[in-house]
């Protein structure tokens, strides 16, 4: 089953916070996000796993609740850059490769 | 450094008609996969392949089959091609590790009439 992603949809003025939630009706072991950019592929924003460890390498930061099987994407200070649609991935525990998406938060960002 | 790359990236079909959708990446990953992309419906999970000579269903597997041809190399075909699967592939590569990131291609956009 996909995970759940909220909001749909977000319209921010530049400057402005944003936060997206992913939510897994499945017990969590990871979760990854993604930004894509109309036209283009997903490009790799950050993982959590469980236990706390992150990984990524932009300007965002995320939370993972394990108890709740959530994480949340938090933009903050939003740059027109961040534009594009955000998917959160879950996956299974270590030695399971398999990895699902939801149906992405549209964020658009406005001057 | 091509990282992942599919062909073709643009393709029509008539409903009945079959074709096979090539993926190879050069990052010396063992894990890749077959996502589609419809509007609203966001990465659904085709196939995918943990290591070489090993492939399990995703979410939407019906209709399609792959091949693991080597590490590098990971098909999909479409024996008879249905309006339904109108849509933008995605193929992703990893290294077999639950806490590594999916590198994506291009995508390939293919119409069915």
């Known amino acids: 089953q996909q995970p759940v992603q909220s909001p749909q949809a977000v319209i921010l003025r530049e400057g402005e916070d944003a936060v997206i939630n992913c939510s897994s009706s499945?017990?969590?072991?990871?979760v990854h996000w993604y930004r894509q950019k109309h036209g283009e592929a997903p490009v790799f924003l950050m993982i959590?796993?469980?236990?706390?460890e992150q990984k990524g390498h932009e300007k965002i930061s995320a939370s993972f609740n394990e108890k709740k099987q959530q994480s949340s994407l938090y933009l903050t200070a939003s740059q027109l850059s961040y534009s594009g649609t955000y998917f959160c991935?879950?996956?299974?525990?270590?030695?399971?490769?398999?990895?699902?998406f939801g149906t992405g938060t549209r964020l658009t960002i406005i001057p | 450094n091509a990282g992942v790359t599919q062909t073709p990236k643009f393709q029509v079909l008539k409903t009945g008609q079959s074709m096979t959708l090539q993926c190879a990446q050069d990052?010396?990953?063992?894990?890749m996969y077959w996502y589609r992309q419809d509007p609203g419906m966001g990465l659904r999970l085709i196939y995918y392949?943990?290591?070489?000579?090993?492939?399990d269903k995703g979410e939407v597997p019906n209709g399609y089959n792959v091949s693991r041809l080597n590490k590098r190399e990971f098909s999909l075909r479409l024996e008879s091609a249905a309006p339904s699967q109108t849509s933008v592939y995605f193929c992703?590569?990893?290294?077999?590790?639950?806490?590594?990131?999916?590198?994506f291609g291009n995508g390939t956009r293919l119409t069915v009439t």
């Open positions: 992703a590569s990893r290294t077999s590790s639950y806490n590594s990131p999916l590198h």
């Open positions: 499945k017990a969590l072991y990871s």
């Open positions: 959590l796993l469980k236990g706390g």
């Open positions: 991935g879950t996956g299974g525990q270590r030695g399971n490769e398999k990895l699902t």
């Open positions: 990052m010396n990953h063992n894990s």
């Open positions: 392949s943990a290591s070489e000579g090993t492939t």
